[in-house]
């Protein structure tokens, strides 16, 4: 039973940055990729970043490029989202993922985390 559990999410002004973290447990995390996805109110879920098993490949939607970096630390089951220039519409629910390969993240994970909140105030 995966089990992923976000937190970090929160209220920030325009401009700000914040830190998203999500723990894993269940399964050998280190075998697995990871993505953070999001999802704002009337607005369907939308991939955000994925990060390989490894580390070496990450993946980032194109709303995010170079303001957002996913990263991972095998050794305490966490993965990052580094969130920087943060813009109001970035508000949303952010949602952990995992599955076994990058493709599989971006296209469809299979476990979820039950999400934290990021508001971003203009």
């Known amino acids: 039973q995966v089990q992923l559990v976000e937190s970090g999410g929160g209220l920030v002004q325009a401009g700000g940055s914040l830190r998203l973290s999500c723990v894993a447990s269940?399964?050998?995390?280190?075998?697995?990729?990871m993505g953070w996805f999001r999802q704002a109110p009337g607005k369907e879920r939308e991939f955000v970043a994925a990060i390989s098993w490894s580390g070496i490949g990450t993946y980032s939607g194109d709303s995010v490029k170079g303001r957002f970096t996913i990263s991972r630390a095998n050794a305490k089951n966490t993965v990052y989202l580094q969130m920087n220039s943060l813009k109001p519409e970035d508000t949303a629910v952010y949602y952990c993922?995992?599955?076994?390969?990058?493709?599989?993240?971006?296209?469809?994970?299979?476990?979820w985390g039950q999400g934290t909140q990021v508001t971003v105030s203009s």
């Open positions: 993922a995992l599955d076994s390969s990058l493709s599989t993240v971006v296209g469809g994970p299979g476990y």
């Open positions: 269940g399964r050998t995390f280190s075998t697995y990729a």
